[in-house]
């Protein structure tokens, strides 16, 4: 199967006619390929988005609304294929895909077409003076660049504002996990998404987001990924004055106090470290964990992993599915290796899983926990992207403070307390763009939505993401 890139309302191969190899990560094979797009492929997106853009940025709110339900409603009948090619592409369970992506990707494009009836600009009453009303105009053509986790629920997470808003975009999924951005251009078009409106350009990182980086007509960028990539963007974006959100990696402390509720804080802490094998940036990749309920937590915590069944994505009964390639799983073994240098002792896990028959290539690896380990070693400050995690004890606020906020990131972080003053205390100290009390991930699609330090500058979620997607202009008029 070839995939195509979607530039004027059409589904065509890239300029260069080359395509690249894309692989199922469950059994290691090649099973379709891949637009290696070019700079001109960009170009052509670029135009097509601009010619769209006068007559898009004019449509009315309630026309917008009207295509982006219909496109939401077309993912919500196509949910099975749209799981399964998710599944396939990615590695993941494909229940979690049923559960989670597919429907989530859903609820983005309809949260933000009714959101943006709902929008409404600020005004500013000076006492008889003047008044000052603020329009907010859309920015012309975006850029959105999203990564190989949660492919089709954070492609559309970005694209859902910004055709709210009014723009036009240009778009790259990651070149790893492409399907469902395609799957995504061909519901486009059956909803009557006007050419050019959206535009989907495949291929290579480097080369394609890096075209839509450099391009001086793309006024803003959208981006999730990794801190480097976020660098190198920010690099290029910064001195083009080019408007920038970036939602980077993590290292997410999962705090347990010792009068946490055990039994939820244990299935939790299992989901929260290794849902989606790991590789999702909201992730409590450290367990802190009080002393006096450190022993009885870790041994439980222990047993409930070692019963996490890795397996054949498309079997119900999988906890864990594969990881998304073969580099990847060679990254996160790289990182086992460290933790044991650096003096880790792997509780369980730790190892490549070797399925059988058709799986036998597939990317598997064992839950893995790790103890005994310094809250500033590499393990512990790096982002592992896997199903690994570390655990240890602590003894106080202060000093679990110190290890939480030890890291350059600060995107996530999750307490378990039944004392709600601690709670609070501690949310508030906490540095970090989401804290989490007594929960994990549990997502209301108007919060504020981002991380501090290497984590990311700029929040998506709810107004936050139509802000970012439009320009105000203030208007003063003398009274
Ligand atoms: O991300 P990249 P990758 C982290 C995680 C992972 C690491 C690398 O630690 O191991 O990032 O993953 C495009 N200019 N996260 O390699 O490379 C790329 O094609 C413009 C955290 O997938 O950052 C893809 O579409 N674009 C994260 C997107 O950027 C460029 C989720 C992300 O790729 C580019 C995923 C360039 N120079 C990985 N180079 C999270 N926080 O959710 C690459 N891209």
Same mark, same amino acid.
């Given at each position: 199967?070839?995939?195509?890139?979607?530039?004027?309302?059409?589904?065509?191969?890239?300029?260069?006619?080359?395509?690249?190899?894309?692989?199922?990560?469950?059994?290691?094979?090649?099973?379709?390929?891949?637009?290696?797009?070019?700079?001109?492929?960009?170009?052509?997106?670029?135009?097509?988005?601009?010619?769209?853009?006068?007559?898009?940025?004019?449509?009315?709110?309630?026309?917008?609304?009207?295509?982006?339900?219909?496109?939401?409603?077309?993912?919500?009948?196509?949910?099975?294929?749209?799981?399964?090619?998710?599944?396939?592409?990615?590695?993941?369970?494909?229940?979690?895909?049923?559960?989670?992506?597919?429907?989530?990707?859903?609820?983005?494009?309809?949260?933000?077409?009714?959101?943006?009836?709902?929008?409404?600009?600020?005004?500013?009453?000076?006492?008889?003076?003047?008044?000052?009303?603020?329009?907010?105009?859309?920015?012309?053509?975006?850029?959105?660049?999203?990564?190989?986790?949660?492919?089709?629920?954070?492609?559309?997470?970005?694209?859902?504002?910004?055709?709210?808003?009014?723009?036009?975009?240009?778009?790259?999924?990651?070149?790893?996990?492409?399907?469902?951005?395609?799957?995504?251009?061909?519901?486009?078009?059956?909803?009557?998404?006007?050419?050019?409106?959206?535009?989907?350009?495949?291929?290579?990182?480097?080369?394609?987001?890096?075209?839509? !980086?450099?391009?001086? /007509?793309?006024?803003? *960028?959208?981006?999730? %990924?990794?801190?480097?990539? #976020?660098?190198?963007? @920010?690099?290029?974006?910064?001195?083009?004055?080019?408007?920038?959100?970036?939602?980077?990696?993590?290292?997410?402390?999962?705090?347990?106090?010792?009068?946490?509720?055990?039994?939820?804080?244990?299935?939790?802490?299992?989901?929260?470290?290794?849902?989606?094998?790991?590789?999702?940036?909201?992730?409590?990749?450290?367990?802190?964990?009080?002393?006096?309920?450190?022993?009885?937590?870790?041994?439980?915590?222990?047993?409930?992993?070692?019963?996490?069944?890795?397996?054949?994505?498309?079997?119900?009964?999988?906890?864990?599915?594969?990881?998304?390639?073969?580099?990847?799983?060679?990254?996160?073994?790289?990182?086992?290796?460290?933790?044991?240098?650096?003096?880790? !002792?792997?509780?369980? /896990?730790?190892?490549? *899983?070797?399925?059988? %028959?058709?799986?036998?290539? #597939?990317?598997?690896? @064992?839950?893995?926990?790790?103890?005994?380990?310094?809250?500033?070693?590499?393990?512990?400050?790096?982002?592992?992207?896997?199903?690994?995690?570390?655990?240890?004890?602590?003894?106080?606020?202060?000093?679990?403070?110190?290890?939480?906020?030890?890291?350059?990131?600060?995107?996530?972080?999750?307490?378990?307390?039944?004392?709600?003053?601690?709670?609070?205390?501690?949310?508030?100290?906490?540095?970090?763009?989401?804290?989490?009390?007594?929960?994990?991930?549990?997502?209301?699609?108007?919060?504020?939505?981002?991380?501090?330090?290497?984590?990311?500058?700029?929040?998506?979620?709810?107004?936050?993401?139509?802000?970012?997607?439009?320009?105000?202009?203030?208007?003063?008029?003398?009274?």
């Amino acid at each position: 199967m070839q995939i195509q890139n979607y530039i004027g309302g059409s589904l065509i191969n890239p300029s260069s006619n080359l395509f690249l190899d894309n692989y199922n990560p469950a059994q290691g094979k090649v099973y379709s390929y891949i637009p290696d797009s070019e700079k001109e492929d960009i170009e052509k997106a670029y135009k097509a988005a601009k010619e769209a853009f006068p007559s898009w940025s004019k449509t009315t709110r309630e026309e917008r609304f009207r295509i982006m339900m219909k496109i939401a409603d077309l993912i919500e009948q196509k949910h099975d294929e749209l799981a399964l090619a998710e599944s396939i592409d990615n590695g993941k369970p494909v229940k979690l895909a049923h559960h989670v992506d597919i429907p989530r990707a859903a609820s983005n494009i309809r949260f933000f077409a009714t959101a943006i009836m709902h929008y409404a600009s600020e005004s500013h009453d000076m006492n008889g003076v003047a008044i000052n009303y603020t329009l907010r105009k859309p920015i012309g053509v975006v850029g959105c660049i999203s990564p190989w986790n949660l492919p089709l629920y954070l492609f559309t997470w970005k694209i859902a504002p910004a055709l709210a808003a009014g723009n036009t975009v240009v778009a790259k999924p990651s070149e790893v996990t492409p399907m469902t951005a395609y799957l995504f251009s061909k519901i486009c078009i059956e909803a009557g998404l006007p050419e050019g409106v959206l535009n989907i350009v495949h291929g290579l990182g480097v080369k394609v987001g890096a075209a839509i !980086t450099e391009h001086p /007509g793309i006024k803003a *960028i959208s981006f999730t %990924g990794g801190t480097e990539t #976020g660098k190198a963007i @920010a690099k290029v974006a910064a001195p083009m004055f080019k408007k920038l959100s970036l939602e980077l990696g993590g290292k997410n402390p999962n705090i347990i106090f010792a009068d946490c509720d055990f039994e939820n804080a244990l299935r939790t802490s299992v989901m929260s470290s290794f849902a989606n094998q790991g590789q999702i940036c909201l992730c409590g990749s450290r367990i802190f964990v009080e002393r006096p309920i450190y022993e009885k937590f870790k041994t439980a915590f222990v047993e409930k992993v070692k019963k996490l069944k890795v397996g054949d994505p498309n079997d119900a009964s999988s906890n864990l599915g594969a990881l998304v390639s073969k580099d990847h799983l060679e990254k996160v073994l790289g990182y086992i290796e460290l933790a044991k240098e650096e003096g880790g !002792t792997i509780l369980t /896990g730790g190892e490549q *899983i070797h399925l059988d %028959g058709e799986l036998k290539e #597939g990317n598997y690896l @064992a839950p893995t926990v790790i103890e005994g380990l310094a809250f500033n070693c590499r393990t512990n400050q790096e982002e592992i992207f896997g199903p690994v995690v570390t655990i240890m004890p602590f003894d106080t606020e202060e000093e679990v403070l110190t290890y939480a906020n030890s890291t350059q990131y600060g995107l996530a972080a999750t307490v378990w307390t039944q004392d709600v003053t601690k709670a609070n205390r501690v949310a508030a100290q906490l540095e970090s763009g989401i804290v989490w009390v007594n929960c994990w991930l549990v997502r209301d699609l108007r919060t504020p939505f981002g991380g501090v330090k290497s984590s990311g500058v700029g929040r998506e979620g709810g107004f936050n993401a139509l802000n970012f997607f439009t320009e105000p202009t203030n208007v003063c008029i003398k009274l």
